[in-house]
């Protein structure tokens, strides 16, 4: 065994199912550790996407075969093709019987779909790294942490293995693993609908023809800051108009918008969810929200 593998104390070798951005990720990681056996790819443009990303040509491989000379499999495919993976390794167990251990990345997918493979020996779990990895490289999986499902596998090796990548196993309570799209869904809303709120400002901003909207960075950076802060609080660190309840602003942000009907549109759906939530929360009464609604629609 080689230094590096030496120094992770993990006497296992890895291969990778996919080629996506979190498959990327762990690559990177895997292969400076010197871990890597193989990434397997189906789409043959995947081959120079990971050449360029900075695999070595010979970790990566299209021969399903070659997967199976590692201790650790990994799937991180979409979750439509999880299924079919795992019954992939099932008809080609008997062949190639090596690998043991084996997990899937997703998040929404119950661990359960690997159940399978228990039945030929395998211990599976799911690990899911809880990150946005739309520039994917190894730096982003530091100090993550993962959601386990586990069925069978031993918690010592899941525990090693999320530490090889600089990570924090949390196992997910039953509430979770009944409710795995809720569980998803939370992930989701912290980081998808953040961003897409962000891209309506830079919409607004590309229709008066603003050109740099690097003014905004810390405004972005200090509400992320304030909602960290708050994160385990029943506090809404919110401000501005929807705080203080200034429906004359509101009545002026449509009266700008309305020629725009794809902007308003928008406009509308964000202040109806945010309605929702503010009144869930207690924050609104129900005059306050028939005020509101009350603009809505008259600029519907």
Request: glycine fraction near 2%.
């Amino acid at each position: 065994m080689d230094t590096k593998s030496s120094q992770t104390n993990m006497p296992y070798r890895f291969s990778i199912i996919g080629a996506g951005k979190v498959a990327k990720a762990l690559a990177d990681k895997l292969q400076e550790l010197a871990l890597l056996d193989f990434v397997y790819y189906k789409n043959p443009f995947r081959e120079q996407e990971l050449l360029d990303f900075g695999i070595n040509s010979n970790n990566i491989t299209n021969k399903i075969e070659d997967i199976f000379k590692s201790d650790i499999i990994i799937i991180s495919v979409n979750d439509n093709a999880i299924l079919d993976v795992v019954e992939t390794i099932s008809k080609n167990i008997d062949i190639f019987p090596k690998s043991k251990l084996l997990f899937h990345t997703s998040g929404l997918i119950s661990a359960k779909v690997l159940s399978p493979l228990i039945n030929k020996g395998y211990n599976v779990f799911s690990a899911h790294p809880i990150q946005t990895f739309f520039y994917p490289r190894q730096s982003l999986l530091k100090n993550i942490t993962w959601g386990i499902e586990n069925l069978n596998a031993d918690a010592i090796q899941i525990k090693r293995i999320i530490e090889l990548f600089d990570g924090k196993a949390m196992y997910l309570p039953e509430q979770l693993i009944e409710n795995r799209a809720l569980y998803h869904l939370i992930c989701v809303i912290s980081s998808n609908f953040v961003t897409t709120t962000i891209e309506y400002a830079k919409l607004i901003a590309n229709h008066l023809e603003i050109q740099d909207i690097s003014f905004l960075s810390e405004l972005i950076k200090t509400t992320t800051d304030n909602c960290l802060r708050n994160l385990n609080s029943l506090n809404t660190p919110l401000t501005g108009p929807l705080a203080r309840k200034d429906f004359d602003a509101i009545n002026r942000y449509f009266s700008e918008i309305a020629k725009n009907v794809p902007l308003k549109k928008i406009l509308v759906s964000h202040l109806i969810a945010n309605i929702d939530l503010m009144k869930e929360k207690k924050l609104y009464d129900q005059s306050e929200e028939d005020k509101i609604k009350k603009i809505i629609e008259k600029y519907q």
